[in-house]
């Protein structure tokens, strides 16, 4: 019964002990039966493992595969068991990339940046910058290597074809390293034809290679070997998850640049590519560029990760297929395998990855994109060279160190470029030092064409600027790159044993303006004739700049009080006169009451306790005004939700869609920006359509006391090449505009409209002269159109009235090739807002523009002033709100004397009133200079100048920074 209970669902016992006694059915023993069962389970395994290695005994016949590619097989084993190293750079004797023929050359005479500290620095000390300095020396350059540096090399002992160049005391450093450029295969000027940036068949590309799609005939390399860069990893672009493998180049190009031929393979800094580098992407682009809801993803960062994690099993499955292939044809031999390597060029790159011999870059912004591909690293272990954009790193530098390998991988960062999409949205222009100081690394890139890459040091020189201490800000586009490209014991500093790749700056190359004198690469100079700016020499000093102070904390209020001013820019109602030096500046009621030696308000603010803040090298300048731009129309550039949206076939009034309140507008007035001239974009930055809105940038809303001081300020309309979009071609959208105005001339001036916000009652305040027609445009050919319907129209106003001329004001705003024109616009006295102020011919209407020294003698800025045009200086993108002060700088910087800092800054501010013809307050100019003024310290046109107080014009407050 108990038995019957068991079998029908009871527990088995635990033991035999517990088990019921019962009768034996053989004779054997019950021990003596388990002991054979056991010999022959062991006989049974001991048979099972003789069949399988017998499938591949050593006296088996050979396989009837080829031998030959079996053994070649096998040698692929070995490398894929290796694991690249730094390639040495001390000890050889000359460059693999040297061009035989070329003379040795001797720099006579720099002041050198070597790139490390002295020798018996410590790591602790060289952090904290001790042991750096400019040494006085000279440069040998022979065989494509530096050979010695050292001060009083005797020319005389060398050959008598060595080049001796003297710098005569210049700044010598190492050639600029971009780490992150799509320079070649983003060509420029832009077309759909040159375009291989991103491969757009799949997600998942690592298989596809940035070297395949370099155009050698790119100008925009030269133009970037023009900023002092001789190096940059050209990386695929950010579309896809995995975009493919990227190549380190150097920047010279074909005989003219002392190569042997005009090669891609020519253009590799490592010609034996002992590293190789992978582009990886985190969020949005991916999900915006291939997720289709119900179709495929990814659709969202959570498919991202899927996306990642997918792609690294496949390359996971690859390398232990190959890993055990390899063990078994090492053990039996690899005559008798019955199958070839298993190889897969899919994924091959990516099994790559997982051995650790491709550097990888990430382009991830955000803490939950850090975070993700952080645990990626970890589970599929390997390490990560970089992220880049990178602008949330510095929030979670602990995650990053949490990152698989020997070290945290470095932040590749713009210095202040952000706002643009969402996930740009958070950052920090101290982001550089704050990562510092968490012991992590910051590098400072271009993202080229996002920005210039001409013009990369100047990114590093702003970070500088906010905190960063000199030695990392100039080691971050230099010796960091270099070690994180594995090319440390090669490029990046000024030693023997490293490539020559030296630049001679006019200045300092932290220093606003900065401009190389000459270029080499492996030893040779890249400029036969380079031009050279006239600018006054200063020699290196003796000890380290220290860094700018950031601010510790913002108040509001209506009195303080300022000490140490050097300079005043206002009306000469508060100029600083006879004490100019040493200047008090007194702020009573959001006005400035007093420049000068202030004796009375400096007793009432010793009873009252107003606070007196003494500064070194104050300046009280104007505020600065932006015009064309986008702000108070856009939040965040990519974002809809937060963008009054395009207009290319309605006509519509900036003043009707201002949003103010934004971060943009914060950082505006933060950084002295407190006017704004906006109109509704057209199509996307930098183009315009209808009537733009003079505001306040401090103010809350429109209705705000002082939030607008023009509601209408110009007509606006857009005739670059995104006029196609709505015209379809150049000559109708000119032709349109020609049609518009002469039917507003036609009109009866007199009579009465019933709706005096349409875009006819707008033109006819352009025809009479009460308004400016604005027209975006960068090609000569189209602004040379545009002077033709000018003439035209001013002809037939003249014609059409009784008394006086017609003369349309006109203002160009963008004006790339506007040079070309200098004389014609000044003598039809067009102003021109230069927006970029420097451009880099990134579209085709800018092909011809000018990019400056060493290449080109000036640019626009140049040309422009030179002819008489009225000129000013805006932003084609709103990020550059905290960099006005220094573009006007570098206009300043590069003038060789022709404008005095007082027209530097007239270019932000009085210019734009005056190409307007905009009083810039209807209550007189001593009325505006007493609320609305910037107090720096430092000169505003310099890096480290800091803005201590803001008169925004709104109200009694004051922005004080303590």
């Not at 940035?210 to 390399?221: A, E, L, M, P, R």
């Not at 975009?243 to 190009?253: P, S, T, Y």
């Not at 790159?349 to 870059?361: I, Y």
């Not at 954009?389 to 949490?402: G, I, M």
């Amino acid at each position: 019964m108990k038995e019957m209970e068991y079998r029908k669902g009871e527990l088995p016992p635990y033991s035999a002990v517990a088990a019921p006694e019962r009768r034996r059915r053989w004779p054997v023993r019950r021990t003596r039966g388990l002991k054979f069962v056991a010999l022959a389970c062991l006989a049974f395994i001991v048979y099972a493992q003789w069949r399988q290695i017998d499938s591949f005994p050593r006296h088996r016949p050979i396989s009837k595969l080829s031998v030959e590619k079996l053994a070649e097989d096998l040698r692929v084993c070995s490398k894929l068991r290796s694991k690249p190293q730094d390639p040495i750079g001390l000890g050889r004797e000359r460059n693999a990339r040297y061009v035989d023929g070329h003379k040795p050359t001797l720099i006579k005479n720099a002041s050198i940046w070597v790139g490390e500290p002295a020798a018996g620095t410590s790591s602790e000390d060289a952090r904290a910058g001790k042991g750096f300095e400019w040494i006085e020396a000279d440069v040998l350059l022979e065989y494509g290597l530096i050979k010695e540096v050292r001060k009083g090399i005797d020319a005389s002992l060398f050959s008598s074809d060595t080049v001796v160049w003297d710098a005569k005391g210049r700044r010598l450093t190492s050639g600029i390293i971009d780490m992150h450029s799509h320079a070649g295969v983003d060509s420029l000027p832009g077309l759909n034809g040159n375009d291989d940036t991103n491969e757009m068949g799949s997600n998942i590309t690592p298989y596809v290679r940035s070297i395949d799609g370099i155009n050698v005939f790119d100008h925009q390399i030269q133009v970037i070997k023009s900023g002092g860069v001789t190096t940059s990893l050209i990386l695929p672009g950010s579309s896809n998850n995995i975009g493919g493998e990227a190549f380190v180049i150097k920047h010279a190009v074909g005989e003219p640049d002392g190569r042997n031929e005009t090669s891609i393979a020519d253009l590799l800094a490592d010609p034996d590519r002992n590293w190789r580098y992978i582009k990886m992407a985190c969020g949005e682009n991916s999900k915006r560029t291939y997720g289709k809801a119900g179709e495929h993803g990814p659709t969202s960062r959570l498919g991202e990760s899927w996306e990642f994690r997918h792609a690294f099993e496949q390359a996971a499955k690859l390398v232990q297929d190959q890993n055990d292939w390899c063990t078994l044809a090492e053990s039996v031999g690899v005559e008798r395998m019955n199958t070839y390597l298993p190889q897969d060029l899919e994924w091959e790159t990516l099994g790559a990855v997982l051995r650790g011999q491709v550097h990888v870059n990430t382009h991830c912004y955000t803490v939950p994109d850090l975070e993700a591909f952080v645990d990626h690293t970890n589970e599929f272990k390997f390490p990560i060279r970089a992220f880049h954009h990178a602008h949330q790193t510095f929030l979670v530098p602990e995650v990053l160190k949490r990152a698989w390998g020997d070290s945290p991988p470095a932040s590749a960062l713009f210095a202040d470029n952000m706002w643009y999409k969402a996930e740009a949205y958070i950052g920090s222009e101290y982001a550089g030092k704050v990562l510092y100081e968490n012991g992590l690394t910051p590098i400072y890139v271009s993202d080229n064409p996002v920005l210039n890459a001409q013009h990369v040091v100047f990114e590093a020189a702003k970070s500088f600027g906010y905190g960063l201490p000199y030695h990392a800000a100039l080691a971050a586009v230099t010796t960091a790159p270099a070690e994180r490209l594995g090319l440390g014991q090669r490029i990046g500093k000024v030693k023997p044993g490293f490539d020559a790749d030296i630049v001679v700056w006019d200045s300092d190359p932290l220093s606003v303006g900065a401009t190389p004198v000459q270029v080499w690469i492996d030893g040779t100079a890249q400029f036969d004739d380079p031009v050279e700016l006239r600018k006054p020499f200063s020699s290196a000093p003796s000890s380290l700049p220290e860094v700018p102070a950031a601010p510790d904390e913002i108040v509001s209020t209506s009195d303080v009080i300022f000490t140490g001013v050097s300079k005043s820019f206002l009306s000469p109602m508060f100029q600083s006169g006879a004490h100019s030096q040493n200047s008090t500046v007194a702020i009573s009621g959001g006005k400035i009451t007093c420049v000068g030696v202030c004796e009375e308000e400096l007793e009432i603010a010793s009873k009252s306790g107003t606070k007196v803040i003494s500064l070194q090298n104050g300046y009280l300048t104007r505020p600065f005004t932006i015009f064309g731009s986008l702000l108070g129309l856009n939040g965040i550039d990519a974002e809809k939700d937060t963008d009054n949206g395009g207009s290319p076939s309605v006509f519509s009034r900036g003043v009707d869609g201002l949003a103010l309140g934004t971060k943009k507008l914060h950082y505006a007035q933060k950084y002295g920006v407190t006017r704004a001239i906006s109109a509704p974009k057209y199509s996307g930055q930098g183009t315009h359509q209808g009537t733009s809105v003079g505001f306040r940038t401090a103010a809350k809303h429109a209705l705000d006391h002082g939030a607008i001081f023009a509601d209408d300020v110009a007509v606006h309309y857009t005739l670059d090449l995104s006029a196609k979009r709505g015209s379809t071609s150049i000559s109708n959208a000119v032709n349109e505009l020609r049609h518009k105005l002469l039917e507003a001339v036609a009109a009866d001036a007199n009579a009465s409209t019933t709706d005096p916000y349409t875009e006819t009652a707008f033109l006819a305040k352009v025809i009479d002269g009460e308004l400016p027609l604005a027209i975006s445009v960068h090609s000569a050919d189209a602004i040379a159109a545009i002077l033709k319907v000018k003439q035209v129209v001013d002809k037939a106003i003249t014609s059409s009235r009784a008394t006086g001329s017609g003369n349309i004001r006109l203002v160009l705003i963008g004006g790339a090739e506007s040079f070309l024109l200098a004389d014609e616009l000044a003598a039809a006295d067009v102003g021109v807002v230069l927006s970029p102020l420097l451009s880099y011919r990134n579209g085709w209407d800018q092909r011809r523009a000018l990019t400056g020294a060493p290449l080109t003698n000036g640019t626009a800025v140049d040309a422009l002033v030179a002819a008489g045009v009225r000129v000013a200086v805006g932003i084609e993108e709103d990020w550059l709100v905290r960099d006005v002060g220094l573009l006007a700088g570098i206009a300043y910087k590069n003038s060789q004397g022709k404008l005095s800092e007082k027209e530097a800054l007239d270019l932000v501010s009085d210019n734009v009133y005056a190409i307007l013809g905009l009083k810039q307050s209807g209550s007189g100019r001593e009325r505006e200079d007493e609320r609305e003024f910037v107090v720096f310290e430092g000169s505003p046109l310099e890096i480290g100048a800091r803005v201590r107080a803001v008169g925004g014009g709104v109200g009694e407050e004051v922005m004080v920074f303590l």
